[in-house]
């Protein structure tokens, strides 16, 4: 299980509370991506880097942070504005340019005390 | 934006037959169209992929289908086995440039030995 990882594998939060989510690869990849998942909602878009220092809002934005500092390195910032963080969350990269195959880490469930 | 619906949401069959799973996009611009499965707990990872210049792909006991005309895709699987249980994710996207794709909503598919 190389390649992507994230950390940690289980996290809680407390209300009022930012917590980070952590996702490194080694894939020499371009692009990464943040995602949030629900039962039967499928595969949200939180947000996505295509290079160092630079990002863009996905479809559920709001209530979270993120930051590209190093092309191995895309943390994401749950932060007390979002106020149903529950959730699986999935970190994704590709090689850009590159086939369209997309990398998933192996997750993080945060849960809210 | 691009719409993906993803159908059925729940499919149980008994091992050794075959199971379908159906996906409709709305922008006819997207050309790309990944399956990912997901087992319990695990990262998605990708089984098969088509591009929009082929009607048909197969590996093994798994093909995918796509129609353009109509903007649908499905995944096939034939001679299911117990491992083949998973949620399994369609996504359609424009390749090239910008690499967001648009994830349906799952399908639990469920073999009963």
């Known amino acids: 299980d190389g390649g992507i990882t994230q950390s940690p594998k289980y996290l809680f939060r407390k209300e009022g509370q930012n917590v980070t989510l952590s996702c490194e690869q080694n894939?020499?990849?371009?692009?990464m991506y943040w995602y949030r998942q629900d039962p039967g909602q499928g595969l949200r878009l939180i947000y996505y880097?295509?290079?160092?220092?630079?990002?863009q809002k996905g479809d559920i934005a709001e209530g979270y942070s993120v930051s590209r500092e190093k092309k191995e390195s895309f943390p994401l910032t749950v932060t007390s504005a979002q106020k149903n963080p529950t959730a699986f969350y999935l970190c994704?990269?590709?090689?850009?340019?590159?086939?369209?195959?997309?990398?998933f880490g192996a997750g993080t469930r945060l849960s809210v005390l | 934006g691009e719409n993906v619906e993803q159908h059925p949401s729940t499919l149980s069959v008994q091992e050794g037959d075959s199971a379908v799973i159906k996906c409709t996009y709305s922008?006819?611009?997207?050309?790309?169209f990944p399956w990912y499965k997901q087992e319990l707990g695990k990262r998605p990872q990708l089984i098969i992929d088509?591009?929009?210049?082929?009607g048909e792909k197969k590996d093994q006991r798994i093909a995918v289908t796509l129609n353009k005309t109509a903007k649908h895709f499905s995944l096939h699987i034939t001679e299911t086995q117990p491992e083949d249980s998973a949620v399994y994710f369609c996504?359609?996207?424009?390749?090239?440039?910008?690499?967001?794709?648009?994830f349906g909503r799952g399908t639990s598919l469920i073999v009963h030995p």
């Open positions: 894939l020499n990849h371009d692009a």
């Open positions: 996504a359609a996207s424009n390749g090239g440039g910008s690499y967001i794709p648009t």
């Open positions: 880097s295509q290079i160092v220092n630079d990002f």
């Open positions: 922008d006819s611009a997207s050309n790309y």
């Open positions: 994704a990269s590709k090689l850009d340019p590159g086939r369209d195959i997309q990398y």
């Open positions: 088509i591009r929009s210049n082929v």
